[in-house]
């Protein structure tokens, strides 16, 4: 397997100016029977509480194109929409890497932070947008990374591929590669962490045992490079929910060093913005019944 090395921290920003636009989203099965300030500071917490009351006041958030009260009780069928007049996106890494494409799918390098697709605080500086100006429209997302984390990511060009792709993860027959670099030193050459994972609050999620309405999941570890007090710690994660690797990590007792959330004094209130890259790299993915071999160097040293 041929490796490409790449930078791990980007020089180039993209930045856009401000422009108007109007989010409209479903309500998630969580928030149903909540209100709508409640809902709006837990999934957008990077405003404080008063600032939604008072978009909500305003008109500026409301439910199916007209004006509520801050108390109303959200509907499964809720269409909730969000106006800001003069959006000013933070600059995002502009190092979007090809590494290989074909008639069927695209695979790129993404930098960090750089989110996938359009949410939150992003439209235009995504990854999405990104390749659409490099001319690559129309692309199909088969999986994510998270914003913070850099590495391979996979597009399909057609339906079809978009299909294969997507019943390869969902089946498990995709081998996944990351380097991670963390705090401390484990003893043991190896791990297999298998422990449920569920939304905490806001963008946080938390990993246990007997958890409620929690998912299952298993990441295996391998210790790469040793240091004094932080090594670089292979990762194989066997299944793909949010935040997996860096919440096994935690529970490992080895922490991503720089990891804002679940890192050391990692904050897990959902107030934290998470704006910088993370030591977590997603270097290697193979899908051998679909021919797909690739691979980039691990960034890290200790």
């Known amino acids: 397997m041929?490796?490409?090395?790449?930078?791990?921290?980007?020089?180039?920003?993209?930045?856009?100016?401000?422009?108007?636009?109007?989010?409209q989203f479903k309500v998630q099965d969580e928030f149903v029977g909540q209100s709508l300030l409640n809902m709006m500071c837990t999934r957008f917490p990077f405003h404080a509480k008063e600032e939604w009351l008072r978009r909500i006041q305003n008109g500026r958030v409301g439910i199916n194109g007209q004006s509520v009260a801050t108390s109303y009780q959200l509907l499964k069928s809720d269409l909730v929409y969000h106006h800001n007049p003069k959006v000013v996106e933070p600059s995002v890494p502009d190092e979007v890497k090809i590494l290989k494409e074909t008639d069927d799918w695209l695979a790129v390098y993404k930098p960090a932070p750089l989110s996938m697709h359009p949410g939150g605080r992003f439209?235009?500086?995504?990854?999405?947008?990104?390749?659409?100006?490099?001319?690559y429209e129309k692309l199909r997302i088969i999986h994510r990374l998270d914003a913070v984390t850099s590495g391979i990511v996979l597009f399909a060009k057609n339906k079809e591929f978009a299909r294969r792709g997507m019943e390869a993860?969902?089946?498990?027959?995709?081998?996944?590669?990351?380097?991670?670099?963390?705090?401390?030193?484990?003893?043991?050459?190896?791990?297999?962490?298998?422990?449920?994972?569920?939304?905490?609050?806001?963008?946080?999620f938390e990993s246990g045992d007997n958890l409620l309405n929690a998912k299952k999941a298993e990441t295996h570890f391998e210790v790469a490079i040793k240091g004094s007090e932080h090594c670089v710690i292979k990762c194989f994660p066997k299944t793909g929910r949010t935040h997996q690797i860096r919440l096994h990590l935690e529970e490992w007792g080895y922490p991503i060093i720089d990891d804002p959330i679940y890192g050391p004094n990692g904050d897990t209130t959902s107030k934290r913005t998470q704006n910088r890259s993370i030591s977590l790299v997603s270097a290697g993915l193979s899908i051998p019944h679909l021919n797909i071999e690739l691979a980039v160097e691990n960034p890290f040293s200790c």
Do not use: W
């Open 123 to 135: 439209n235009k500086n995504t990854l999405t947008a990104i390749l659409e100006d490099m001319g």
């Open 2 to 23: 041929k490796h490409q090395q790449l930078p791990l921290q980007s020089r180039n920003v993209r930045i856009v100016p401000p422009y108007p636009i109007t989010h």
């Open 169 to 204: 993860f969902t089946a498990s027959k995709v081998q996944k590669i990351y380097y991670a670099k963390v705090h401390g030193v484990p003893v043991e050459k190896s791990r297999t962490i298998n422990s449920s994972i569920r939304r905490k609050n806001g963008f946080v």
